[in-house]
Each structure stands twice: as structure tokens, then as C-alpha cells.
């Protein structure tokens, strides 16, 4: 029997089934392809050290915040905010934060499965040996000319869209965490083959030259922001979707200790998928290239001259299909547990209909890099740009701000007792200055940092119209 404090869309089994599924959540395109990259980019070994001082300070207190909210409320973040609010005799317009969420895993689910579709295509091209000592221009000309083709994006963009849709219709037990199961413990493997297959390229000393000298000659004011944005994105917070999956996390586990374990774990894929691409990347005399030419040109390029890398670039394609996926999931437990409890409807259903209405609204961002590549929404954002960065760039930052002012400001000390185990005293104190200060501060400055080059450039433009 179901105890009453249970969620009623079902509990994970353990403790460490939700380290394992925040950690699917966390893990994805943005570690795989993104940390990599920014790293090296911005001083090495001094950006991993500002972005850890970034996870310690703003990432941990917000992912626990947002547990400890979601298990105190048991149910979607729309339901546990009302809860919260009338427990505790606050205004309800603090449902914001759950109204926002919703919104932004959708947005960013729209686009998220367009790019895991190429991931889905790239194991498919890398296994029957597309890559194998190709040229540069060829692997170019692949990408380029996949990009070129609507009807293929869209056709792996629904297979992505389908996969995920079947899941988690499944629900929380049969369908999250049996996917979860497997894919999680076989996602670390792979990464570990990678690994080691890397280490023997002939380029380990250099990409591990590229990732982790401490070039603080590179580290600007803006290094900061540019980690702190990694860390809010990579650890999925800012939208309630950890808030969501706390919900269904047991009483009797530490939140504390879970939260610290997910962030490093999603560092240390982070870090490992660096040193699994960048090696192999130098071993074949490339560039680091950035961005999707990172991820769908350089690293085909370096497998394919690489002995068996057919079979290691599929692996590495198949690696990124299922850290994509476990991410994808959890953009859609928000809307869905929400749509479930409000309308009593069954998940299977909800999760269809969210699937068709995300499938439609991710075919603009297909159309973004063909049909539509020179149509701008504002200031040169396509309809893609603009979908990215509305919900990474404005919606996670506020919601991120909001949740942690909320659990520190608003939430009575009973809750924070109850669920973090903190009594009044020295830990509480630091627990108010860094989740109630550094924390909204920091995220603060990120978000003016992103919005004010667009305000700007809204404001010249109005300008230059007005004569
Ligand atoms: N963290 C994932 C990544 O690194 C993306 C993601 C999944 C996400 N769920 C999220 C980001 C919720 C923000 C909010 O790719």
C-alpha cells in the first residue's frame, strides 16, 4: 500500500535510482559536446576550477532546493508550488516558477530532440563506415548536406521524439526507471571503452594538455558567467525538472549527500567525455572545432582514421543517443505530471498529445537550418536561436532565481528542517548565505550578462528606426 506521502505517479526504488536518473537528466549534449569545448576554449585546467567553484556555490543549492521542494510537495512543480504557497501562507504567485518550467521543457525539448535525431543518424552512417579514411571535405559535405535535407531531420527527429514519448508514457516505474536501468550503467561503459581506446591514440598527452593546463591568462570576468551558465544548464535546474523528479524521491534518503553525488558525477562525465574526444581529435593533427562541427565533423573525421573506428565512432554515437535521451525524459515530467494531475488523465494519452504538439513545434527548428536559415526572428536569431535562447538563456536563469529565493526566503524552517535535516545554527547560516545569497546573486549576474546584448541590440534598432 502506498503510503499517504508518497507521489501518486509512483517513488523511485532507492536512493540510488535517483542519483541515477538526476544523473541521466544531467548528462547529456551539453556534457558531451558543450563542456568539452568551452573548456578548452577558456583556459583549461582554470576554467575547470572556476566551473567547479560554480557547481559548489550556485548549482548545489539550487538542485537542492529544488529536491527538497519537490519532496515536500509529491507532486508536478505547478502542484507542489501551490502546495508550498498555501502551507505556508505565501502569495501563489510563487506558481510562476512551476508555469515557466513547464514551458521551458518544452521549448527546449522541441529542439533538444532535433539534435539528438543527428546522433540518431551519425551511429547509423559511422557503423556502415561512411567515415572510414575520409577526407575532411567529405565529413564537411556529410554534415552540410544531412542539414540540407528537411525530410531527413524530421524522419530521425521523430524516431528521437517516439522513443521518448514511448517511455515515459510508460510512467515513473516501468517506463523511467527500467530505461534508466539500462541505459545509465551502459552509458558509463562506453564512455570507459572511449576512454581507454583514447589514452592509446597517440594524442592523450596533448588533450590533456588542451583541457587541463591552467592558462589563467584566459580566464576573463566573463570566464565566470560562461561557467556558471554550463554549470545551471548541465546540472538541468532552473526549471523544475529536478524538482519534479524529487517528488518522487523516499523520505528516508539524504538530500544533501544525493545532490553532491549527481553534480559529480555529471563533472566527471564532463570531464571524461573532454578526454575522450579531444585526444583522438589531436592524434589525426585536427582543430578542436566547435559547436555541432565539434561533435558531427571532427569527431567522425578522427574515428574514421583511427584503427576499428567505425566500430568506436558508433560507439561514441550510441553513447550520446542514450545520454540524450535520459535527458529528454526529464524535460517532459514537469508538463506531464502536471496535465496528469489536473485532468485526471491517463499518462499515456497526456504524453502523446505533449509529444505531437512538441514533434510540431521542433519542425521550425528543422526548418532553421534549411528552408528558414535566413529567416530571423530578431537580431539574427533564427527561430532555433531564438527557442534556445529564450528558455537556456532567460527561463532557466529566472527560474533558478526564483526557486532558490524561494526555498531559502519563503519556505518555513520547518520544511528546510524536515527535509535537509538543518537546525537553526552555524550550518543554517551558511546554508541562508549561499543558497540565499551567492547563489540568486550569481545567477543574477548570468542572466543580466545574456539579456542585456539583446536588449541592447533591440534598443539600437528601434533607434536607427525611429531615424
Ligand atoms: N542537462 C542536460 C544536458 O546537459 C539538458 C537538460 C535536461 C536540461 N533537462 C534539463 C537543462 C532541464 C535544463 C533544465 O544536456
Given amino acids: ?51 567547479l567553484v560554480c557547481v559548489a556555490l550556485v548549482g548545489i543549492p539550487i538542485m537542492m532546493s529544488e529536491v527538497m521542494m519537490g519532496r515536500q510537495g509529491r507532486s508536478s512543480p505547478i502542484h507542489t508550488m501551490r502546495k508550498l504557497t498555501d502551507d505556508a501562507n505565501r502569495s501563489r504567485r510563487w506558481t510562476f516558477i512551476g508555469w515557466m518550467g513547464v514551458i521551458a ?62 517511455i515515459v508514457g510508460r510512467g515513473v516505474s516501468k517506463g523511467l526507471e527500467t530505461a534508466i536501468r539500462w541505459f545509465m550503467p551502459l552509458l558509463f561503459v562506453l564512455l ?40 545551471f544548464f548541465t546540472l538541468s535546474l532552473g526549471m523544475g525538472t529536478m524538482m519534479a523528479y524529487g517528488a518522487y524521491v523516499p523520505q528516508s534518503a539524504g538530500i544533501g549527500s544525493t545532490v553532491v553525488t549527481i553534480a559529480l558525477l555529471d563533472t566527471a562525465v564532463a570531464v571524461s567525455a573532454g578526454l575522450a574526444i579531444f585526444p583522438i581529435v589531436f592524434a589525426n593533427g ?27 565512432g558508433t560507439v561514441f554515437f550510441v553513447l550520446v543517443s542514450f545520454a540524450a535521451i535520459t535527458s529528454a525524459i526529464s524535460l517532459t515530467e514537469p508538463a506531464l505530471a502536471y496535465l496528469v494531475e489536473e485532468y485526471n488523465a491517463k499518462r499515456q494519452r497526456v504524453a502523446i498529445s505533449l509529444g505531437v504538439m512538441c514533434w510540431a513545434l521542433g519542425l521550425g527548428t528543422v526548418l532553421s537550418f534549411n528552408v528558414w536559415s535566413d529567416f530571423y526572428i530578431v537580431g539574427g536569431l533564427t527561430f532555433f536561436d531564438f527557442v534556445d535562447y529564450v528558455s537556456q538563456n532567460v527561463m532557466l536563469p529566472l527560474g533558478g532565481l526564483l526557486i532558490a529565493l524561494f526555498a531559502v526566503w519563503a519556505l518555513p524552517h520547518a520544511v528546510r528542517e524536515k527535509q535537509l535535516g538543518l537546525k537553526p545554527g552555524a550550518l543554517n547560516v551558511s546554508w541562508k548565505l549561499v543558497g540565499g545569497v551567492i547563489a540568486p546573486v550569481g545567477v543574477l549576474l548570468v542572466f543580466i550578462y545574456s539579456v542585456l546584448p539583446v536588449l541592447r541590440s533591440l534598443y539600437e534598432n528601434v533607434v536607427a528606426l525611429m531615424g
Fill in 1 to 51: 500500500m502506498a503510503l499517504a506521502s508518497d507521489s501518486r505517479h509512483g517513488m523511485w526504488s532507492s536512493r540510488w535510482l535517483f542519483v541515477l536518473a538526476a544523473a541521466g537528466s544531467a548528462v547529456g549534449l551539453g556534457n558531451i559536446w558543450k563542456f568539452p569545448y568551452i573548456t578548452g576554449e577558456n583556459g583549461g585546467g582554470a576554467f575547470v576550477l572556476i566551473y
Fill in 192 to 231: 570507459i571503452v572511449l576512454l581507454g581506446y583514447s589514452i592509446n591514440s597517440g594524442g592523450f598527452a596533448q588533450g590533456w594538455a588542451f583541457m587541463f593546463d591552467l592558462k589563467f591568462d584566459q580566464v576573463t570576468p566573463e570566464t565566470w558567467l560562461i561557467a556558471m551558465g554550463q554549470a
Fill in 286 to 312: 585536427l582543430e578542436p572545432g566547435q559547436g555541432p562541427g565539434l561533435m558531427f565533423v571532427t569527431v567522425p573525421l578522427a574515428f574514421g582514421q583511427l584503427p576499428l573506428g567505425a566500430v568506436f
Fill in 105 to 166: 521543457g518544452f521549448l527546449i525539448l522541441s529542439y533538444y530532440a532535433v539534435i539528438a535525431g543527428w546522433a540518431l543518424k551519425y551511429i547509423w552512417i559511422t557503423a556502415s563506415g561512411t567515415f572510414e579514411a575520409a577526407t575532411p571535405d567529405l565529413a564537411s559535405s556529410t554534415f552540410n548536406e544531412f542539414l540540407t535535407d528537411p525530410l531527413q531531420l524530421i524522419g530521425f527527429q521523430t524516431l528521437f521524439m517516439v522513443l521518448t514519448i514511448w
